[in-house]
């Protein structure tokens, strides 16, 4: 479900492929995305992350037919201060829909390229669910608090120029060109003093989110007591 690849000296690649479910997470796939990212982590020899997914999407959140176990939140959240916290650049190429659990992925992330044909949607309201990635800080920071309240309230879509325009992603490409874009991307990065980008991403991510613990402990104490109530 999971692939990584090295597209680049420095780029290690993680490549969803459940193209049948839209990429969608079970917590099998959230636990590959863990080892992986720990992994690189560990890896002297991979200086930026680029994730990705294979398909019409890039993910379209929690798989429906995986049950929102505690178990999958406590991943899902794990994943989130992993890739926060991570020392080594994370970047993200779109293209579809980012749905739920896959929006709130690329929050997690550092520099997101989206093709022209994204959508990012966060409809757990909808469907009676509270997002659990952190999205309930860092949205505001990103969009403001109107734009927040209106996509975590009414989980309306938007089109990748909304989101460009918003600045949820730093560059919409035409569909085609969105692999190119966000490797160079990756490359760019994967050639800079990684000490210095550590330092920068840490600091950044200090001052936009403060307390991530505490903002993701209070995310699941809201999803459970939503579940336990159904």
Same mark, same amino acid.
């Given at each position: 479900m999971l692939s990584r690849r090295s597209p680049a000296d420095g780029v290690l690649q993680l490549h969803l492929e459940r193209p049948g479910r839209l990429n969608a997470l079970t917590l099998e796939l959230v636990r590959e995305l863990l080892q992986a990212v720990h992994h690189a982590h560990e890896e002297p020899g991979v200086r930026v992350i680029l994730l990705s997914g294979e398909g019409r999407a890039f993910c379209a959140?929690?798989?429906?037919?995986?049950?929102p176990t505690p178990e999958?939140?406590?991943?899902?959240q794990h994943l989130a201060r992993v890739l926060?916290?991570?020392r080594k650049p994370v970047v993200a190429a779109v293209q579809g829909w980012a749905v739920g659990a896959g929006f709130e992925m690329l929050m997690?992330?550092?520099?997101?390229?989206?093709?022209?044909? *994204?959508?990012?949607? #966060?409809?757990?309201?909808?469907?009676?669910?509270?997002g659990t990635g952190g999205v309930v800080a860092l949205l505001p920071r990103v969009v403001g608090l109107?734009?927040?309240?209106g996509l975590l309230m009414l989980g309306r879509e938007i089109s990748a120029q909304q989101a460009g325009d918003w600045g949820l992603v730093w560059q919409v490409v035409p569909r085609a060109e969105l692999e190119g874009a966000a490797l160079d991307v990756a490359k760019q990065l994967a050639? *800079?003093?990684?000490? #210095?980008?550590?330092q920068l991403k840490s600091l950044l991510h200090e001052?936009?989110?403060?307390?991530?613990?505490s903002i993701l402990k209070r995310e699941a104490q809201a999803h459970?007591?939503?579940n336990s109530k159904r």
């Open positions: 959140g929690k798989d429906k037919d995986d049950p999958f939140v406590d991943a899902l926060m916290d991570s997690n992330c550092d520099i997101v390229v989206a093709a022209d044909d *994204a959508r990012f949607m #966060l409809p757990e309201t909808n469907i009676g669910l509270f109107a734009r927040a309240k050639g *800079a003093d990684p000490r #210095l980008l550590s001052e936009a989110v403060g307390d991530l613990a459970v007591a939503l």
